[in-house]
């Protein structure tokens, strides 16, 4: 069924209540009646006809307004998106840009010094590896983004028990909470189970994780929780670190927004994460939230409905 425009809901309304106000008018014109009367004199037919000829010009004026006001917010999306679309485009063109300018960079060296040392000519490879795998998590990111915007209707479902995810997400990133000296509390409850995408939930819960050891710093606790509600789950995911400053909280889900962009650079950040993190939050019936931890830090507060809508 074809989804009635804005325009034509406000004609709509107008109508209908402009037929109930002129129906209630004739038949009860004389406001000591007590009950509907016949039209027995002439002037009450041509109140009728009178008042059909008001709702017809009513109505076409109406309609032609609700058309133009229908073309106007179809002109504004339009431009909005166009708008957005020209500034991802820009955002991507930078974003690509660093990666292959230190690859051609790696490489042309390389290429054009052929008695370069071993260890120099292997740190050099190095670097333009690490470099390729960021270009390329760029490029999946992107991917899932576009996947998300234009074939949600597409995307698969199934069962998924969200407490095994997150502990196999805590076995990849053990080395590095190690390695960071922080503390992982998973107070999950067991057995959460969630129809969605299995893809999209990993990658909720896998990028918020990343984001808090990227960024909480050195030594932070981290705590993710649960509770169950009538037909979802709401999750808390907190730390207790560096934190982020009040006026970045409103931006931290838009894409390619950085706080840091040097130090999130450093770090391998594609600076889509959270964004990714939102949009499939949202497709699961859900949404999120972040603000700052009692005592330093930030929480990041999301919902999940138990069934994908």
């Known amino acids: 069924m074809k989804k009635l425009s804005e325009g034509h809901k406000m004609w709509i309304s107008v109508m209908v209540i402009f037929v109930i106000y002129a129906t209630f008018f004739i038949l009860f014109e004389d406001y000591d009646r007590k009950r509907v009367m016949p039209f ?45 679309r020209r500034e991802l485009t820009q955002n991507i063109g930078h974003e690509l840009k660093t990666p292959v300018a230190s690859i051609l960079g790696y490489t042309e060296t390389i290429l054009d010094t052929p008695d370069i ?8 490879v190095m670097r333009t590896h690490a470099q390729a795998e960021r270009l390329t998590a760029l490029l999946q990111d992107i991917s899932t983004l576009n996947r998300m915007d234009y074939a949600a209707d597409m995307i698969a479902v199934e069962r998924i028990d969200v407490s095994c995810l997150f502990a196999d997400i805590i076995q990849e990133t053990a080395l590095t909470v190690k390695q960071r000296q922080m503390t992982l509390h998973n107070c999950l409850p067991q057995s ?7 893809s999209l ?23 993710v929780s649960a509770t169950e ?16 400053a009040p006026q970045h909280l409103p931006r931290i889900f838009e894409r390619f927004y950085r706080i840091d962009k040097g130090r999130s650079r450093s770090l391998g950040g594609t ?34 409905k138990k069934q994908h809508p």
């Open 271 to 304: 600076g889509l994460g959270l964004a990714i993190v939102k949009n499939a939050v949202q497709l699961h019936g859900g949404s999120i939230t972040a603000r700052p931890t009692d005592g330093g830090g930030v929480t990041f507060e999301f919902s999940l």
């Open 192 to 198: 959460i189970i969630i129809i969605g995408n299995q």
């Open 40 to 84: 027995d004199e002439v002037s009450d037919w041509h109140l009728l006809l009178f008042s059909l000829i008001v709702l017809i010009g009513l109505g076409l004026l109406l309609l032609r307004y609700a058309r133009r006001m229908d073309q106007r917010i179809s002109r504004e999306q339009a431009e909005k998106e166009n708008r957005m």
């Open 117 to 124: 040392d071993s260890a120099t000519c292997r740190q050099f």
């Open 201 to 223: 939930l990993y990658s909720i819960f896998r990028n918020l994780l990343d984001n808090a050891l990227n960024y909480a710093g050195q030594g932070a606790v981290i705590e």
């Open 229 to 244: 509600l009538s037909d979802s789950w709401s999750f808390t995911f907190a730390d207790n670190g560096v934190g982020i």
